[in-house]
């Protein structure tokens, strides 16, 4: 080995001690008493270019978006057990389980079993409400995860069913068409399944009330309806393709009869919050990651404002309590976005076909749109601006934690992907045994 390389060697084996001893240092020892809420949001695929550009879009560069007076902030760590960037399935599963697992696994790590049980199974077991709450389609990992398990990401079948029978009191999403035997009519258009089972049934036989509109869901009183399955689109409760396809065939970015997020979490939350045993809610907005990751720029920054709206709801309902703990995160960035801006706008007002380096840059109508102008400065000046992405894939972009409400003021600044699971776990059962879950 030269002199180089050994000192090469040497300053990173003391870069990674330093790194895993301030790591290790941040974690808090003492676990709070067990007996509390969480509520976990999981706007997938939002790194902090997401949200620096929703800012920009909605109040502004000067001004404060619902996620900026979030108190708690960390910075996020989500790498799995086999690769360094996260996946939406292997992510959640991480969350749902706190165990480093495999980047295809689904409530599983791989294709084999976890020895102990999902959060959201803990928390049905020691009796308290929890809620499912999804802009995508029921099998969505971000939630299904916490309550599914299955050896691949597209058992969708296994995923709905295994979902409609967890037992969790509110589950809202899209997906309609994973309920439906293949052939069957729905509301919102055929059924997909292949094994012949009407989970729509199913559902009514376990005492779920169906809902499929907004106005229908809003309708519903929150305290006087035990058990509510909303299935508010076909698939996604948005049309996940780029702005020019969208466009060309006549589809909005989201389904205009579907509640937005902040609806859903809103009627979740009033539904589970006198729950003697208190709750767990999972609330996860799709759209920030299939849109993003479909570089779909006027439809991300859509998704963007509906997550803040959301955040917004969620920490007015925490605020005030000293029994509920809100986490805010994603477990990867979706397609790597990044915002570019020139003092002007160009002259004919569309932004070019690419970008300096070569990278394509999207406008309000994709590629050669029309600039975004952000909201107004502290000078009420409104800047144009691009948006360009990676490509279509999640990367391990900048991830951060945000937090509100009890155990907040103790989120440490750096966290792995499995602190998630183990702050929710002590905010709600205190140092309690794992393995005792369910006994």
Do not use: C
């Not at 084999?112 to 999804?134: N, W, Y």
């Not at 000046?381 to 999640?394: C, E, H, K, S, T």
């Amino acid at each position: 080995m030269t002199t180089t390389t050994t000192r090469m060697a040497a300053v990173m084996a003391l870069l990674l001690s330093s790194a895993a001893a301030s790591a290790q240092e941040a974690v808090p020892a003492a676990a709070p008493a067990a007996g509390g809420n969480v509520i976990f949001f999981h706007p997938d695929g939002t790194g902090v270019n997401h949200w620096t550009a929703a800012r920009m879009a909605i109040v502004g560069p000067d001004g404060e978006l619902n996620w900026d007076r979030l108190p708690g902030i960390g910075v996020y760590t989500g790498h799995m057990a086999d690769r360094l960037t996260g996946t939406s399935n292997g992510g959640a599963t991480v969350h749902a389980y706190g165990v480093k697992v495999a980047a295809n696994s689904f409530g599983q790590n791989g294709g084999e079993p976890l020895a102990s049980p999902s959060l959201a199974r803990e928390a049905l077991d020691a009796g308290k409400a929890v809620a499912l709450v999804q802009s995508g389609a029921i099998i969505e990992p971000g939630t299904a995860a916490f309550v599914a398990s299955v050896p691949e990401r597209d058992d969708y079948d296994q995923i709905a069913q295994q979902v409609i029978e967890s037992g969790a009191q509110v589950i809202l999403a899209g997906g309609e068409r994973y309920m439906l035997p293949a052939g069957t009519q729905g509301r919102h258009g055929e059924g997909a399944r292949e094994d012949g089972v009407n989970l729509v049934e199913r559902a009514k036989a376990l005492g779920y009330t169906v809902v499929y509109t907004r106005e229908e869901l809003l309708a519903l009183d929150p305290a006087a309806t035990p058990k509510v399955l909303g299935l508010f689109a076909a698939d996604h409760t948005f049309n996940d393709q780029d702005w020019e396809l969208n466009n060309l065939e006549g589809k909005p970015t989201y389904v205009e009869t579907a509640p937005t997020i902040g609806e859903m979490a809103d009627w979740a939350l009033r539904a589970v919050e006198s729950d003697p045993e208190g709750f767990f809610v999972v609330i996860e907005e799709e759209g920030t990651d299939n849109l993003a990751n479909s570089m779909n720029a006027a439809g991300t920054l859509e998704a963007l404002a509906r997550a803040d709206e959301a955040v917004g709801v969620i920490r007015g309902f925490v605020d005030g309590r000293d029994d509920t703990l809100m986490l805010v995160t994603a477990d990867s960035d979706a397609g790597g976005l990044q915002v570019l801006s020139g003092a002007e706008a160009p002259a004919d007002g569309f932004v070019a076909a690419t970008t300096d380096g070569g990278g394509i840059l999207l406008g309000q109508e994709g590629r050669r749109g029309r600039v975004f102008l952000a909201a107004p400065d502290a000078d009420g000046v409104r800047l144009p601006f691009g948006i360009a992405f990676v490509g279509y894939n999640d990367v391990a972009g900048g991830i951060l934690v945000r937090a509100a409400g009890a155990g907040s003021e103790t989120l440490p600044p750096l966290l792995d992907n499995t602190d998630i699971h183990r702050l929710m776990r002590e905010r709600m059962f205190g140092s309690r045994p794992q393995a005792a879950a369910g006994q």
